[in-house]
Antibody
Framework: QVQLVQSGAEVKKPGASVKVSCKAS????????LHWVRQAPGQGLEWMGI????????TYAQKFQGRVTMTRDTSTSTVYMELSSLRSEDTAVYYC???????????????????WGQGTLVTVSS | QSVLTQPPSVSAAPGQKVTISCSGS????????VSWYQQLPGTAPKLLIY???KRPSGIPDRFSGSKSGTSATLGITGLQTGDEADYYC???????????FGGGTKLTVL
């Protein structure tokens, strides 16, 4: 079965960076896009970006451009999301989620979040 | 302020039916697929509906989705107390070149 297992909780100081990992199993890693989504305490879901594990291409939400970097390691079926210049407003649970198949293109693939990781709490506090 | 507009809350009695709307524009819902997610307290979201109206295996037919123009709707029949959760719609916005979520709707089963 599809599984996405994320790294553990992090506590960071303002201005620092955080790198969250998401290890995929149960399917062909390079065949499906992967999203990153975050949820601040008591708030709704916010889309951060998407990566094509096959070629590493990415699309980021404008809000995070310049601060977020999504990468992948095909040898370990793992995607990473690094967020820099952290501020208190970045305190949130960060989720990875499997998108659609690479064959359908990013627009269609990005409308599907078929399986989710367990979430990683990132706390930004001085 | 979300690009997609959902009612903050809806409520209905057990056994009844409820609908949750998701309103957008031609740059998002009007020209792209919509999917819906259920988020129980303290858990990750779960896929309920994709490609506007398709249910993944394991999702009961009490859940349905539809789309008309620039709006989408999630329907839930035979409400159960276990359906109390937050519900989110999501689609792609071609103007923003980004995924966009609705603000979420809290369902209360009275």
């Amino acid at each position: 079965q599809v599984q996405l297992v994320q790294s553990g909780a992090e506590v960071k100081k303002p201005g620092a960076s955080v790198k969250v990992s998401c290890k995929a199993s149960g399917y062909t890693f390079t065949y499906y896009y992967l999203h990153w989504v975050r949820q601040a305490p008591g708030q709704g879901l916010e889309w951060m970006g998407i990566i094509n594990p096959s070629d590493g291409s990415t699309t980021y939400a404008q809000k995070f451009q310049g601060r977020v970097t999504m990468t992948r390691d095909t040898s370990t079926s793992t995607v990473y999301m690094e967020l820099s210049s952290l501020r208190s407003e970045d305190t949130a649970v960060y989720y990875c989620a499997r998108g659609g198949a690479r064959d359908v293109g990013v627009v269609v693939a990005a409308t599907l979040f078929s399986s989710w990781g367990q979430g990683t709490l990132v706390t930004v506090s001085s | 302020q979300s690009v997609l507009t959902q009612p903050p809350s809806v409520s209905a009695a057990p056994g009844q039916k409820v609908t949750i709307s998701c309103s957008g524009s031609s740059s998002n819902i009007g020209n792209n697929y919509v999917s819906w997610y259920q988020q129980l307290p303290g858990t990750a979201p779960k896929l309920l509906i994709y490609d506007n109206n398709k249910r993944p295996s394991g999702i009961p037919d009490r859940f349905s989705g539809s789309k008309s123009g620039t709006s989408a709707t999630l329907g839930i029949t035979g409400l159960q107390t276990g359906d109390e959760a937050d519900y989110y719609c999501v689609t792609w916005d071609s103007s923003l070149s980004a995924g966009v979520f609705g603000g979420g709707t809290k369902l209360t089963v009275l």
